[in-house]
């Protein structure tokens, strides 16, 4: 599963009023149906896709509490359970720009979830200092990283009798506010994240154990632009761009090394996933193109050095979001929001050759 979409202009400045997204906010139900999360008005609402294809809500997931309401940043995470997890942030109480983590659980497409609850912040003086992510084992147990207060990361994970663990330092320094959080094929998880000098990955080599850190791999890397998938292998890719605006990719357990794919369209953040084009397995990167459009690039999964090549589709906006995912059939499902509010879909065209969308289209 992808980890998505949050431009590298934004990671780095803290909570603001543009919704912040990181992970799958666009998530596949067991029996096929999608749902779309986001945060707004201090809550967090939610689109359920309907058996006909037509699209319900928003409906209300909650958010305000004792501690008052969240903030208008979600991380989405889950698990092969088909389980989704879902953390935000809200004002602490305990001081002026204080803030805790929160998590709610939805079990089925379309049914209520879990109430919101605190699991806290990695520093005892909890102020801002980085975007969470989540992901979700083979086993359901989420795990929440966050860059901490020394510029490290910290990670908290659920333990199988319920409840978390504390807090654990990760270590590290000068990391990414917005690291990205991935599932592999063995059910691991692992935290990739970028460094003034290169990249750097934190892995589990157990179950339920505690993700290690790695030594920095020398890259040029924009903080805020990394996005990674699960291929065919079991191993992630993890993409980037590097300072002079081209993507880059990087697969430690296929030997990949830092490797340059080609230019990049613009300057926000990636976002990848795996579908069937033509039948084959396939990554597609997506991103803002500079002049506003969804710049879509389909390379063969696991194949990425044969380049990237960009195609735009629908119309232009000031601000997207856009987040991917695949149907059932293996087939590409786009979602984007624009700078107005509007969340529109598209899905890749049945038995059309090559990566077609079926025209955009609001979900309500």
Not at 47 to 66: A, F
Not at 214 to 230: N, R, Y
Not at 326 to 348: C, E, F, H, K, W
């Amino acid at each position: 599963m992808a980890n998505r979409s949050q431009a590298p202009t934004d990671s780095s400045h803290g909570p603001s009023t543009a919704p912040l997204l990181q992970g799958a906010w666009l998530t596949r139900g067991v029996e096929g149906r999608f749902s779309a999360y986001l945060p707004r008005d201090g809550e967090v609402v939610r689109w359920t896709e309907q058996p006909d294809g037509s699209w319900s809500g928003p409906v209300s997931l909650g958010g305000p509490g004792p501690a008052g309401r969240l903030t208008p940043f979600l991380a989405v995470g889950q698990g092969a359970d088909r389980y989704v997890h879902l953390v935000g942030v809200r004002p602490a109480g305990t001081g002026e720009g204080h803030v805790e983590l929160v998590h709610s659980v939805q079990f089925q497409t379309g049914r209520p979830a879990l109430e919101w609850r605190s699991i806290g912040h990695s520093n005892a003086t909890s102020r801002w200092t980085g975007n969470p992510a989540v992901a979700v084992d083979a086993q359901g147990r989420a795990y929440v990283f966050m860059r901490n207060g020394g510029g490290g990361l910290s990670a908290r994970a659920q333990k199988d009798t319920g409840g978390w663990h504390p807090w654990w330092d990760l270590k590290g320094s000068r990391t990414d506010p917005s690291p990205v959080a991935v599932t592999n094929g063995s059910g691991f998880v692992e935290l990739y994240t970028a460094h003034e000098k290169g990249l750097v990955r934190y892995v589990q080599s157990e179950s339920g154990g505690r993700p290690v850190r790695e030594d920095v791999v020398p890259a040029s890397v924009t903080m805020g632009s990394l996005a990674a998938t699960t291929g065919p292998s079991g191993h992630v890719t993890l993409f980037y761009l590097d300072q002079e605006g081209q993507v880059g990719a990087w697969s430690p357990d296929r030997s990949l090394e830092p490797t340059v794919l080609g230019k990049a369209v613009g300057t926000g953040r990636l976002d990848a996933t795996r579908c069937l084009v033509d039948g084959a397995e396939s990554t597609v990167l997506a991103q803002r193109s500079a002049d506003g459009r969804l710049a879509l690039a389909v390379l063969p999964s696991e194949r990425e050095t044969e380049g990237v090549h960009w195609a735009e589709t629908g119309e232009r906006h000031a601000e997207l979001t856009a987040v991917l995912s695949s149907d059932l059939d293996g087939r590409l499902v786009a979602m984007a929001r624009t700078g107005g509010g509007r969340v529109l879909t598209a899905r890749q065209r049945a038995g059309a050759e090559g990566l077609r969308l079926d025209g955009w289209r609001p979900i309500g």
